[in-house]
């Protein structure tokens, strides 16, 4: 069998990027090593930019399960040190606190909507690259077997057999000697603070909720999920526990330590399942390259760092995201030459900044009096409102801007949300950009360059569509928006003269390919 793209492993990212190929007229091929769907919640919610870009792709109403849009959320934590996002005028920080085994389900379920088929407990064991293609070879139900595929994704995490069979190094550096355990538990109900939600730890004090506590002995988290109450801690210099099962009494003994104090709790209610889990130590690494010729890399098989702060799922589904539309063109043959190889230059600087606060953070959460020091000079510094953005911007990834080249201050970052006043009504940019389809939207106040506009989209109608309407807040008078919402190019001038047009067809040949009719020298 041939296939477009073949995906390794069926979790989010590889999930998402079936969906993004999919809206791009590709047809991939998932393949899961497991058989079953997997009970494990590794995450307990969404947390940055992502939230914004799974609600352009239709999948936040399905998480949230309401109609509301996303809204920015009014606190957060950096390092267990707390972020006043509340006094910012622009808050980039958005989150959803919906468990991962749910981001799963959603995201297959939309993912055999649009036709994809996804193998559970089929395996790779070997890969051979040519000019042309990659030949997998496969552990099936039904025995071994192989598959011809144009291109291969690892989205097969951090131990990815992807990425070790095409040699790629995963260069960084392995922590020890830190031990969290965390499970879902009851605490009795007079505990909890009916003002704030926190916990009423007796002997210790209130706790808040959601946020990283730390004391002189380690780091507490108390966070009563909809879907269950999760109690954490993390210490440093203590036995892993090897391979002995953790249990509820190692947990209650871990929040002693760090607290100073007992917290009577019980085992989970309900059918679960359920978490209870220890963690020894951690690493931090990066991929050499997220490409090896026909092979790329995506979400853990790329990067593994410290989930403090929540930002594995951001920054693996943003990358896939990015990674979808280009690996379409490329495979669709509208690709311009080295389109595929931007999905490596723009997201290795997305992974080298999420490595590098998940680093500070985890310093500042770390024992002793020079760490308790820091953190005081770190409390002073987060009453500045610049430092709550600047910081709020780099974990959220609102901080990223990509080399589009021209000079207007969106060009390269995401484009804003809007909602757009048309012939058939309001609609937000949001909406609009459900199908993964390249958008041109004229947003001048009289609408007058609509004709020029549609000239200038002569040899890309098949490509980008264009949208007219009256924005909800200052915008540029026209952008050109990417399938993954990121701006291409942006005019301020509300009348499109021929220097405008000019840059406006160069910049589509850049995204998106030469105009039809001519080649575009993709080389898929």
């Known amino acids: 069998m041939t296939v477009d793209v073949l995906i390794a492993g069926a979790g989010p990212n590889g999930l998402m990027l079936a969906c993004e190929l999919s809206l791009g007229g590709v047809r991939p091929i998932v393949l899961e090593r497991l058989p079953d769907n997997t009970k494990e919640n590794r995450a307990n919610g969404l947390v940055g930019q992502v939230v914004r870009a799974l609600d352009r792709r239709g999948l936040y109403e399905r998480l949230s399960g309401g109609a509301e849009p996303p809204r920015p959320s009014p606190a957060f934590v950096f390092g267990a040190l707390p972020l006043e996002l509340s006094r910012l005028d622009d808050n980039p920080m958005y989150g ?73 190094g995963f260069p960084g550096v392995t922590r020890d000697g830190s031990v969290s355990i965390g499970a879902h538990v009851t605490v009795p109900a007079e505990l909890v603070d ?102 790329l890399l995506a979400g853990d098989a790329a990067h593994v760092h410290s989930a403090i702060g929540g930002p594995g799922l951001n920054l693996g589904l943003q990358d896939v995201i990015n990674l979808g539309w280009k690996l379409a063109a490329e495979i669709r043959g509208w690709a311009p030459p080295g389109l595929l190889d931007t999905y490596e230059t723009e997201r290795r600087p997305a992974a080298e900044r999420v490595v590098m606060h998940t680093q500070a953070q985890s310093a500042l959460i770390a024992p002793g009096p020079e760490v308790t020091a820091l953190r005081v000079l ?25 080399d589009l080249g021209g000079d207007h201050p969106l060009a390269g970052r995401p484009a804003p949300d809007l909602t757009l006043e048309t012939e ?38 098949d490509r980008v569509d264009l949208v007219t309407g009256k924005a909800d807040r200052d915008a540029p008078a026209v952008l050109l928006v990417r399938p993954d919402c990121y701006v291409a190019w942006a005019s301020d001038s509300p009348r499109l003269g021929e220097k405008e047009r000019d840059a406006l067809r160069a910049a589509l040949t850049a995204a998106f390919g030469a105009p039809s009719g001519t080649s575009s020298g993709a080389g898929g």
């Open 424 to 461: 058939t009504g309001p609609v937000r940019l949001a909406e609009l950009t459900r199908a993964a389809r390249p958008l041109l939207l004229n947003l001048t106040p009289d609408a007058a360059p609509a004709a020029a506009l549609d000239g200038a989209l002569e040899g890309w109608r």
């Open 194 to 295: 009916a003002a704030t939600g926190g916990l009423n730890v007796p002997g210790y004090g209130l706790i808040p909720p959601f946020m990283h506590h730390r004391t002189d002995h380690g780091l507490f988290v108390y966070a009563p999920f909809p879907t269950g109450t999760l109690v954490n801690t993390t210490e440093w210099n203590r036995d892993g526990g090897g391979d002995r099962p953790p249990t509820l009494d190692e947990l209650r003994e871990s929040v002693r330590r760090v607290l100073g104090a007992d917290l009577p709790f019980g085992p989970p209610e309900g059918a679960g399942p359920h978490l209870l889990r220890r963690l020894s130590g951690g690493n931090t690494r990066l991929a050499e390259r997220f490409r090896d010729r026909r092979v």
């Open 96 to 168: 959803l606190a919906v468990p991962q085994r749910r981001v799963e389900q959603v995201l297959e379920e939309r993912a055999r909507e649009l036709g994809v088929e996804i193998l559970r407990g089929h395996e790779l064991t070997g890969l051979a690259q040519d000019e042309d293609g990659v030949t997998v070879e496969i552990a099936g139900p039904e025995g071994p077997y192989t598959l011809r595929t144009r291109f291969l994704v690892g989205a097969d995490g951090g131990h990815s057999r992807v990425r070790k069979l095409c040699g790629i």
């Open 378 to 402: 770190f409390t002073e510094l987060l009453r500045d409102e610049r430092t709550i953005k600047h910081i709020a911007d780099m974990m959220s990834g609102a901080d990223i801007r990509y």
